[in-house]
């Protein structure tokens, strides 16, 4: 059981975090791993294709998983054409924040060189899972292995198909319900969207396998997690070759927002320290709760690196 995730982040992401109460949660088509999306989507293609001739299948989810391919495959010839044209919404409309259960790691700080000073900042995740869940988020350990995101991803699709099927309480199944549960007479728009609901609850947390070093957790949200909730405002920040999208968490509201900081390695180990533990302190002035830190809990990373 995982009791504590940590957020890795530059001097700037720090200062942000602590002046704003908020967390940054990035657009997935933006993300550092180019292939985060993909992954997912090729995924949930190759599960509706195996169903559609699953003899274990009953015919009426065989008929609708089968229109779900169909208006898959049609969507995305759409969005390579549209390529650039706008944001990408729909299958990629997840904002996502990234954590990890290790505190003091060389691969991320590496991935950090170059940018200053960096820091480890750890979160309670049973308090920031009740947090996100408030306000329309969802924390969850990424997976990498293949074989178990296939399997959980069937499971999740064959749930939701046979409720389609079954019940008209969802869109499609109420349309189903409404055209003799024959598929050919739906509009293929409610195919698209019984996909983008799958794919923004299920697919924002499979990675691919050359990031298992990571242990990454995710924050994420998606427009159908935040059904009837107010509107999240996209900000953009700077990027390295391009504006960046984001939305933001608030933490405001967390009795314990922050356990821990870790000060990645640094030539001047003792100042960093020194300005964080003051950093804290004068914080805790506007956000209170960061009392609950302490200097204890402010530490130095242990990892023999130098990029200076």
């Known amino acids: 059981m995982v009791d504590e995730i940590y957020h890795y982040t530059d001097g700037k992401g720090l200062l942000g975090i602590l002046a704003s109460k908020c967390i940054w949660c990035t657009h997935i088509s933006y993300l550092n791993d180019t292939s985060e999306y993909r992954i997912g989507r090729n995924l949930y293609r190759r599960v509706l294709e195996e169903l559609t001739s699953d003899a274990t299948v009953d015919a009426a989810t065989q008929r609708v998983a089968t229109s779900c391919l169909e208006e898959m495959r049609r969507v995305a010839e759409s969005e390579e054409s549209e390529a650039g044209n706008e944001i990408p919404s729909g299958y990629r409309a ?97 195919f698209n969207h019984f996909n983008e609901d799958v794919a923004q609850a299920m697919l924002p947390y499979f990675k691919h396998p050359a990031f298992d070093e990571e242990k990454e957790w995710r924050l994420f949200t998606t427009p159908k997690m935040r059904w009837g909730k107010q509107e999240l405002e996209t900000s953009f920040r700077l990027g390295r070759t391009f504006l960046v999208p984001y939305v933001k968490a608030d933490l405001s509201s967390l009795e314990t927002p922050i356990t821990s900081i870790t000060v990645g390695p640094s030539p001047h180990r003792a100042e960093a320290l020194a300005a964080v533990k003051q950093l804290v302190a004068n914080a805790s002035g506007l956000w209170p709760a960061l009392n609950t830190i302490g200097s204890k809990r402010i530490l130095p990373s242990k990892i023999p690196y130098r990029d200076w």
Do not use: C, H
């Open 94 to 190: 997840a904002y996502v924040a990234s954590f990890s259960t290790q505190r003091d790691n060389l691969a991320q700080w590496r991935g950090y060189s170059g940018v200053g000073p960096r820091f480890s900042i750890g979160f309670r995740v049973s308090a920031l899972q009740a947090q996100a869940a408030s306000e329309g988020f969802k924390l969850t350990a990424a997976e990498y292995d293949e074989r178990v995101a296939a399997g959980r991803l069937r499971a999740f699709v064959l749930d939701e198909l046979s409720d389609a099927n079954e019940r008209p309480t969802t869109e499609l199944g109420k349309m189903l319900s409404e055209n003799g549960r024959n598929p050919s007479r739906v509009v293929p728009g409610v």
